[in-house]
């Protein structure tokens, strides 16, 4: 089985995240950056499915030579293939996808895995518009997932359940929390991965379908009432939440 899966380079979650001076991007200096968690789940899938099935992963991030980091983590990892589409750093969905897509008609494979969305952009369009691009079946928030020969039956999250989808391969998904457990890579690996080969190619530009306007961090300041527990006090709630939050 040949499996592309596509890991994006993001900032650590428990780093603490600053506006930079221009209001469109993050302050980069002290950030810890990671694999997407998301893309952590469609790596380990992917190497679940090689060892059952025999084949070749190979993993593909696009960005800056700083993206190297997460090609590194992969192959320590287990994947068999590294590849960094090299050009600026990726704000667009559209960028994405298209460098992607380009890889996938090349090496032509039976199955593409990535994470359900990035945590820094959380814009969950990848798995939808690469189907599309590829004129593939594509299942997002996949939370379980058996192939057997070109068949493949998923389980995907939904609004207030579960959702059994089926489709053939070659198929496009997307991972949500649950699939699987990640493994750690371990030290004699991650040791050998920093002197495998990175296959690097420029990435191909486009026009960007959208812009950043700007970015704010959320506002701490939230309007809140203390009231004793009196059955004045629970009738005055009841009011509140009717007449002025409109939630009941």
Do not use: H, W
């Amino acid at each position: 089985m040949n499996i592309l899966v596509c890991v994006a380079r993001v900032p650590d979650t428990a780093t603490k995240i600053m506006v930079g001076s221009g209001g469109k991007a993050i302050e980069q200096n002290g950030v810890k950056y990671v694999v997407n968690p998301y893309d952590e789940f469609a790596l380990e899938e992917a190497l679940r499915l090689r060892e059952k099935n025999g084949g070749t992963v190979t993993a593909v991030t696009i960005g800056t030579d700083a993206n190297v980091d997460v090609l590194r983590t992969s192959l320590a990892m287990g994947v068999d293939k590294a590849m960094l589409i090299k050009g600026d750093e990726p704000t667009d969905s559209y960028y994405v996808v298209a460098n992607i897509a380009k890889v996938a008609k090349e090496i032509s494979p039976d199955l593409i895995l990535l994470g359900k969305q990035s945590v820094d952009y959380d814009s969950l369009q990848l798995p939808a518009m690469l189907g599309e691009m590829l004129e593939m079946p594509s299942v997002s928030v996949v939370s379980a997932l058996t192939i057997e020969g070109d068949e493949v039956k998923a389980e995907r999250d939904i609004e207030g359940g579960k959702e059994q989808v089926a489709c053939k391969l070659p198929a496009i998904i997307s991972a949500q929390k649950g699939l699987n457990d990640p493994r750690y890579p371990k030290l004699p690996d991650i040791m050998k991965a920093k002197s495998k080969p990175i296959d690097t190619r420029e990435a191909e530009k486009t026009t960007p379908k959208t812009s950043i306007l700007a970015i704010e961090i959320p506002s701490k300041a939230r309007a809140g009432k203390v009231m004793e527990a009196t059955d004045e006090n629970i009738d005055e709630v009841v009011r509140l939440l009717n007449q002025e939050a409109k939630v009941i």
